[in-house]
Nanobody
Framework: QVQLVESGGGLVQPGGSLRLSCAAS????????IAWFRQAPGKEREGVLC????????YTSDSVKGRFTISRDKAKNTVYLQMNSLQPEDTAVYYC?????????????????????WGKGTLVTVSS
């Protein structure tokens, strides 16, 4: 069964760093577009980063540009979100998602970057 499982969340002080992992099973992640989202308490879900394999383009939200990066490990079938210079406003549940149609067309398009498979999320809390 297609599945995405996030891990790596926790409590970190302002200015600190975390690396989140998204482990995929049931499909080969490297062939598909993948995105990271977050939802802060009392706020709507926000797209953070999206990586489109087919055209090699990465889309980054203004709120995390220069601080967050996305990467892939083909051998482990895992995608990572490296988060640096974390601030209290980065506190949120972070989700990874993929578009299973993006192997044959460009990914990261449309509402929610066109994602149709989602993980259950991991909580990141930034507080002193």
């Amino acid at each position: 069964q297609v599945q995405l499982v996030e891990s790596g969340g926790g409590l970190v002080q302002p200015g600190g760093s975390l690396r989140l992992s998204c482990a995929a099973s049931g499909f080969t992640l490297d062939y598909y577009a993948i995105a990271w989202f977050r939802q802060a308490p009392g706020k709507e879900r926000e797209g953070v980063l999206c990586s489109s394999t087919s055209d090699g383009i990465t889309y980054t939200s203004d709120s995390v540009k220069g601080r967050f990066t996305i990467s892939r490990d083909k051998a482990k079938n895992t995608v990572y979100l490296q988060m640096n210079s974390l601030q209290p406003e980065d506190t949120a549940v972070y989700y990874c998602a993929t578009d299973l149609g993006s192997w044959y067309r460009p990914g990261c398009r449309g509402h929610n970057y066109g994602m149709d498979n989602w993980g259950k999320g991991t909580l990141v809390t930034v507080s002193s």
